[in-house]
Each structure stands twice: as C-alpha cells, then as structure tokens.
C-alpha cells in the first residue's frame, strides 16, 4: 500500500515497526534505523521485490560511491529480513557492486583551519574544531552531547556515541575539544538537532564566506587524520582513533604524505 505524506510517496509495509524494534534492540542507532526505514519506504514491499528494483533503486544517485553504499544498506536489510523470517528472498543475490576509485583525502591547511576557528560564528568554530582534533564525521557532530566529555586515568576523552557502524567509541580528547564542551552549558541531548547533509551544507557555506569556496567539511576529519599520523608516524594508531575498520583504509593517509617526489624535485 502506498501512501502520500507531506508530498512524499511513502509504502506502509507490515514489518516495518517489528524491523525498526528489532534494529534498536541490537543497538543500532536512531540514524541509522531511519536510514533503513527509507530504504524499506522506496523498495514498497520488501516481500515483493525484485531484483530489477533493487537495480533501479541503486542507479538513481550519480556516484559511483553513493550507489555502492545503497546496495550495502539494502544487502544488510534483507539479510536481516531473512533472518526474522519477515521475507523469503533476497533480491540483491547477483547484483554487483560498482567499482569505486579509492580518493585521496584532502586536508585542509593550516591557514584554513587558523582561520576558520576564528569564525563569528560559534557553531562554525565548534564544528571545525570537532572535525580537526577529535576526526569526527559529521553524522558524529550531530549527535555530540555536552556530557560527552569523560575524565578518565590519562586525561579527558570524548565519548564517540554510533559512529559508522554502530559503534561507541571513546577518543582522547584535545585541549580546544575540553575547553569547548566545558564551556557549553549543561542540557539533555544533542548540541545541533540536524540531520549531517545539512551541517556539512552549513559548514561549506561558512567555508565559502570565508574565502574558501569548494571545502568539504569531511576535509577537517583527513587534517585530523594527516596531523596523527605525521605526529607519531604508527598507522594502527591513526586507524584507531579514526576509528577504520581496516588500516588499509588509513594507509591512504600515508601514501598521500610521501614527499618523496617534492625532495627529489628540490634537489635537482
């Protein structure tokens, strides 16, 4: 049954409420349980699926990228709808995953942050500062509470609550993310109560007003990576702070900074 709701075509499934329960009883975040949910909301349903829908559905973003991530998200869904006897098949059995081009991060300059710390906006600080010295994502900013920050042994961490893949995370935290969260006055919930597309929109047009058009607000999180690992120069250090599942993903980190060629260069 489709229905529309608020301009949107939205599908009305069965088990959509015993998946979402069953999502959060293993932990999953708020988030991410909405995320499947659309997902669930542009397949109709499930039951009846096939794969030429899945197909479709993943042909509709433009990057290669973003279409290997559908077909992740709806592969995890109907492995879990299988497992809860909710379907009978799986219709992502066949469909290949599109070759995706591993990118070379781009951090931001020092000039860059220096200066965008020094924004008026607060929000524009905070943000920055979040990405460039604790690597946060900025699905991770938008769920960053004040009571996040936990005394510990060695000093002061930041409680990293769902990060990708729903894991809890907990991260030394640097003397601006201290100073920060101290400063914020106490209340129940997140600081920024927005969805992650339009904090990093938000921040790309601060960069932009700035006087640095065309920055990623992801950016701030591969400055963060670059200064770890050239500060201690240990990838599984760099992994686990970024919090990568495999340090093969950090290594990128480490290629990008040989600068072999610009001292070969040099000496010529």
Request: charged share 20%.
């Amino acid at each position: 049954m489709i229905t529309k709701r608020g301009g949107i075509m939205q599908a009305i499934w069965g088990g959509r409420v015993a998946y979402a329960e069953s999502l959060a009883s293993r932990g999953y975040s708020p988030l991410t349980i909405k995320q499947r949910l659309h997902f669930l909301d542009m397949l109709g349903d499930p039951a009846t699926c096939t794969r030429s829908d899945v197909e479709r559905l993943i042909s509709t973003p433009t990057k290669a990228s973003s279409r290997k991530v559908y077909l992740s998200v709806l592969r995890s869904i109907f492995a879990d709808l299988q497992g809860m006897g909710l379907v009978g098949h799986d219709p992502t059995i066949g469909v290949r995953l599109p070759r995706v081009q591993r990118t070379t991060p781009r951090p931001l300059t020092r000039h860059q942050v220096d200066t965008l710390l020094e924004h008026p906006r607060f929000r524009m600080r905070a943000w920055t500062m979040l990405g460039c010295f604790a690597g946060l994502r900025a699905s991770e900013v938008t769920q960053v509470q004040a009571n996040h920050l936990v005394p510990t042994d060695a000093g002061f961490a930041l409680v990293v609550p769902h990060g990708k893949g729903s894991k809890e995370a907990l991260v030394p935290a640097h003397q601006r993310i201290v100073d920060l969260l101290q400063g914020v006055q106490p209340f129940e919930g997140p600081l920024w109560d927005m969805r992650p597309q339009s904090l990093s929109s938000a921040w790309s047009t601060y960069a932009h007003d700035a006087g640095f058009p065309d920055l990623r607000f992801h950016q701030c999180r591969h400055y963060f990576g670059t200064s770890v690992l050239r500060s201690t120069g240990n990838l599984l250090v760099t992994r686990d702070l970024l919090r990568h599942n495999s340090v093969a993903t950090t290594e990128i980190y480490a290629k990008m900074m040989d600068d072999s060629g610009f001292q070969a260069v040099a000496g010529l």
